[in-house]
């Protein structure tokens, strides 16, 4: 482990993204404070947060809800950097998309408004979605941070499960953005794309049995047919890339490759060949949804490295930044 970096405090800390993000930091040295939903009877197990190493010295746990934003105070006082990683996922349609947004974008300007008070947050790293970018009706290959999901389309095209969700993601970061801006905060976002890879967290994560319908037998996600991904490793580096990187602004893509169902079948029948994972071929006639890829060159020009891309996924998204321009 390095020598103490300082405190930064991760809110949502029993997420996917933000435990494996904890945990990278307290690799990197880092003392850690994360926020978890208040659990009044303590029934909640978080031994597979407090039992990383370093945890006993290096990370505290505090309770806090969205719906309190002041709730966050208390784990953001003294720390140096946030990194708002918080977001309620509802698939089901229980509340209202007006009601979840409202709520979800009171806590985070909540929480930007604690950073302020604390006189000694330097940077907010806010995690955003693909969702905030690609549903907007553009037949396009690839799209940039100048794109952004439209609202409009979203409720008259999108399946109703999904509306809450990216309605909330897209109206939410353009409400940090555009706070940071009017308030002197720095405040930067990674944009992930379906994050894919090993997790911690006892529940699993969303995005997975979705990313892997040939092995979890989900029909569901068979209605992507090519979807951008990115490893969760990747993302955590990410954010704290763009944490430490003195000159990051604004929006940042982070997704390494490019996954149709065809690639998916060749990548898992040569991994997992004990699994009857169709063939390519059997794949050929299925039909879904070919979701734009999200070019990564802003991220990759400051000298970040996916290390699940590697070279072949850094020239990709150089000809697509090519082709966008062209």
Not at 145 to 161: A, L, Q, Y
Not at 172 to 189: N, P, R, S, Y
Request: glycine share 8%; net charge neutral; hydrophobic share 35%.
């Amino acid at each position: 482990m390095e020598e103490d970096k300082g405190t930064v405090c991760v809110t949502g800390g029993t997420g996917f993204i933000a435990s494996w993000l904890i945990t990278r930091l307290l690799q990197e040295g880092y003392s850690v404070r994360t926020t978890v939903r208040p659990d009044p009877e303590n029934k909640r197990d978080l031994s597979f947060l407090t039992s990383l190493p370093g945890a006993d010295e290096k990370l505290k746990i505090f309770r806090a809800d969205l719906s309190d934003p002041e709730s966050f105070d208390a784990a953001i006082e003294g720390s140096k950097g946030v990194f708002h990683v918080a977001c309620p996922v509802d698939f089901e349609n229980k509340e209202p998309e007006e009601i979840v947004t409202e709520r979800v974008i009171s806590g985070t300007l909540g929480i930007l408004k604690a950073c302020i008070k604390s006189k000694t947050v330097k940077r907010v790293v806010y995690t955003s979605s693909a969702s905030a970018v690609v549903f907007n009706g553009q037949d396009l290959d690839m799209m940039d941070e100048s794109f952004w999901s439209d609202v409009g389309f979203v409720r008259e095209k999108i399946t109703p499960n999904y509306v809450s969700y990216i309605i909330s993601k897209t109206l939410t970061e353009k409400a940090a953005l555009q706070f940071g801006a009017q308030h002197g905060l720095d405040v930067v976002t990674v944009i992930p794309s379906l994050v894919v890879g090993p997790f911690i967290c006892p529940n699993l994560p969303v995005s997975v049995p979705l990313a892997f319908p040939l092995v979890s037998g989900s029909q569901h996600g068979f209605s992507f047919r090519k979807s951008p991904i990115v490893h969760v490793d990747d993302v955590a580096r990410a954010h704290v890339f763009l944490l430490e990187y003195s000159d990051a602004k604004g929006r940042y893509n982070c997704s390494s490759h490019i996954m149709s169902l065809e690639k998916l079948s060749e990548f898992l029948r040569a991994k997992y060949p004990e699994f009857p994972i169709p063939t390519p071929e059997s794949l050929a006639e299925i039909k879904g949804i070919e979701r734009p890829g999200l070019s990564s060159k802003k991220l990759l020009d400051t000298g970040f490295k996916f290390n699940y891309g590697g070279a072949r996924s850094e020239r990709r998204h150089e000809r697509s930044s090519l082709k966008m321009k062209n």
